[in-house]
């Protein structure tokens, strides 16, 4: 079974998974506090954040990726700083595509969490208020609980476009096998060099079956929550 | 308990302008929707801020605009039970139940879960969800869900209105018992005259953001002209009275009253049971003499104590029948006709099925 895929394509299979669940779990909290700021904060300048959110999804990858090597490299404003006060390097490492990574399913990721925050009864949440529970607490245990479905809906997305990711990820810390080479540029690399057509073929088949293991995962997760609403 | 309430308030062109001090057991907001009930008792409970004004129960100042006084809705300590409800779909019934607990300090618990779930008859659906439960299910958990908060007050705002007649009268033993038996005086919300007259001790009316009258509950509702938003048909007066016997082979009870005995359609109560009925004034039919050969089976005998205002061809004739007020709708030609004036002895006709089944309830307890 080992020796079905070579050492290069097991360590692209590996590094992939280290990716997208690293981006996932990055991106969740973030997500979460800019769906709600979306959703219902009233502040100056939230056209603009809905904006640049957002802005990932419109752009062409590259471009982001071009963004994030200007600002996030090591000379980069904010790579630079990142690097002298605490060692954190994104530049041609992992670390970096798992940054382009999630950046570009943070759109996603916001978007689902939002449209099931809107979902939200906000009676509800008043009616928790004079059963005593101040907001923190109305948050965790009465929004939280209802929201929980857009929450995972919004983290298969972004576990979806991270094992996808291609044009950001390669721009930004290139296609070095063992450090930053994905599933995708992994595939793109076999299709490029004679005889790499069966590399290829099982990196694609890896693909599928992450895929649709992703999604029947959080069906069935869905369907658990779903379930003790209505039981 | 104790409810001072002043206060003005402003929704886009709707102007609220209450003044309400109540020390009922039971007090029922009265109005037509869009009158203010909902916002009186939603400044109450914290969920708005009232524009001005100031709210004290039993004498904790809750809102203040003047010194900058408002009591956030979690630090209130009163209960709310809301029209639809508002269970926690992903929670069971039994979780619903302790919400509240998980913020009152231990020391502060009073409330006995178990004998709040034998009150309200909710002890086989611990385990459910609420989506699984009917509506007056629903609203039984979610009183008792307000209760298990040990609330000073228990706001309920029309926590009948989305239920059928069945529903209903489902619920109101259950309140009546709360009224009756439980510590936690209520402030409910009605536009069903039928459900203040079975339930309420004491009535505040509103109509377009202002109080119009409020008092004791037999008070305010023989006035005739309080409720002109239902129509006169809606008058009545409300009369204590206990089950005598029943007549199950003609499926009928009969009923005690000061004045003499009511046949009423069956009711399921055992002998000596306090009730409380309301008569409607349009229901009531005036004789001079004891009537014979004559298919009702109620009449009271009593003498006119009072003649009201005439309002288009008809008129309120208030009755005293052994000391229970009645008042009787009739025509003004019918007075001029039958001679009527104060004092006059007269016999009070009553079909037995007009009696208003759901204001046929229990009598409020005398105990505090």
Not at chain 1, 159 to 175: H, L, Q, R
Not at chain 1, 184 to 206: H, N, S
Not at chain 2, 122 to 144: M, W
Not at chain 2, 265 to 294: F, H, M, Y
Request: aromatic share 6%.
């Amino acid at each position: 079974m080992i020796d079905w895929l070579s050492p290069q394509e097991w360590m692209a299979v590996h590094l992939s998974l280290k990716v997208a669940l690293t981006a996932m779990a990055a991106s969740l909290v973030p997500g979460i506090v800019v769906a709600l700021l979306l959703e219902r904060g009233r502040f100056w300048g939230r056209q603009a954040l809905d904006v640049i959110v957002h802005l990932p999804l419109v752009l062409p990858p590259v471009v982001v990726g071009y963004f994030l090597l200007l600002w996030f490299g090591k000379r980069g404003p904010i790579g630079a700083l990142l690097n002298e006060y605490f060692g954190i390097v994104f530049s041609f490492r992992w670390t970096g595509a798992a940054l382009a990574c999630a950046i570009m399913g943070f759109p996603l990721l916001v978007r689902a969490i939002r449209l099931s925050i809107e979902a939200v009864d906000r009676k509800l949440e008043d009616a928790a208020g004079t059963l005593g529970a101040n907001r923190v607490w109305v948050f965790l245990v009465v929004t939280l609980p209802l929201i929980l479905p857009g929450i995972i809906a919004g983290m298969v997305l972004s576990f979806a476009k991270a094992m996808g990711e291609f044009g950001a990820t390669i721009t930004f810390v290139s296609n070095i096998p063992g450090e930053t080479q994905t599933l995708p540029t992994a595939i793109y690399t076999f299709t490029q060099v004679p005889g790499g057509e069966g590399g290829a073929l099982r990196l694609t088949v890896v693909s599928i079956v992450i895929s649709v293991a992703a999604l029947w995962v959080s069906e069935w997760m869905a369907r658990r929550v779903r379930r003790r609403f209505l039981a | 308990m104790t409810l001072d309430l002043d206060i003005c308030h402003r929704q886009g062109s709707f102007t609220l302008e209450a003044r309400i001090h109540s020390e009922g057991r039971l007090t029922a907001l009265f109005g037509q929707s869009g009158a203010g009930k909902t916002t009186i008792i939603n400044a109450i409970g914290g969920l708005i801020r009232p524009s001005q004004g100031r709210i004290v129960v039993n004498g904790r100042v809750l809102v203040d605009t003047q010194s900058g006084i408002f009591v956030p809705k979690h630090k209130r300590h009163i209960g709310t039970v809301f029209q639809e409800g508002r269970l926690f779909p992903h929670l069971n019934v039994r979780q619903n139940l302790l919400f509240g607990r998980w913020f009152t300090p231990r020391r502060e618990r009073v409330a006995d879960f178990s004998a709040i779930v034998d009150l309200l008859g909710i002890g086989h659906l611990l385990d459910r969800n609420p989506a699984t439960l009917s509506g007056g299910e629903k609203q039984r958990v979610a009183i008792g869900r307000a209760l298990l908060t040990d609330p000073q007050l228990l706001l309920m705002d029309e926590p009948l209105a989305s239920l059928d007649e069945a529903r209903k009268s489902e619920i109101y033993p259950y309140i009546e018992r709360l009224r009756d038996e439980g510590n936690v005086p209520i402030v409910l919300v009605s536009h069903s005259v039928t459900e203040i007259a079975r339930l309420a001790t004491s009535i505040v009316i509103l109509s377009d953001g202002r109080v119009t009258a409020a008092g004791p509950a037999e008070d305010i509702l023989r006035q005739t002209n309080l409720f002109p938003q239902t129509g006169p048909a809606e008058t009545g007066a409300l009369i204590e009275t206990h089950v005598l016997h029943h007549e199950e082979a003609f499926g009928l009870t009969v009923l005690q009253t000061r004045a003499g005995t009511l046949t009423v359609p069956l009711l399921d109560l055992a002998p000596g049971a306090p009730l409380r009925v309301r008569l409607r004034a349009r229901d009531i039919i005036l004789s001079l003499q004891p009537p014979e050969g004559l298919s009702a089976l109620n009449v009271l005998p009593g003498k006119v104590s009072s003649i009201g205002e005439p309002d288009g061809s008809s008129v309120d004739v208030m009755l005293d029948c052994g000391g229970d007020s009645l008042v009787a709708r009739v025509t003004r030609k019918s007075v001029e006709r039958l001679g009527l004036r104060a004092g006059l002895p007269v016999h009070a006709i009553i079909k037995s099925i007009a009696f208003d089944r759901e204001a046929v309830g229990r009598a409020p307890t005398e105990e505090t």
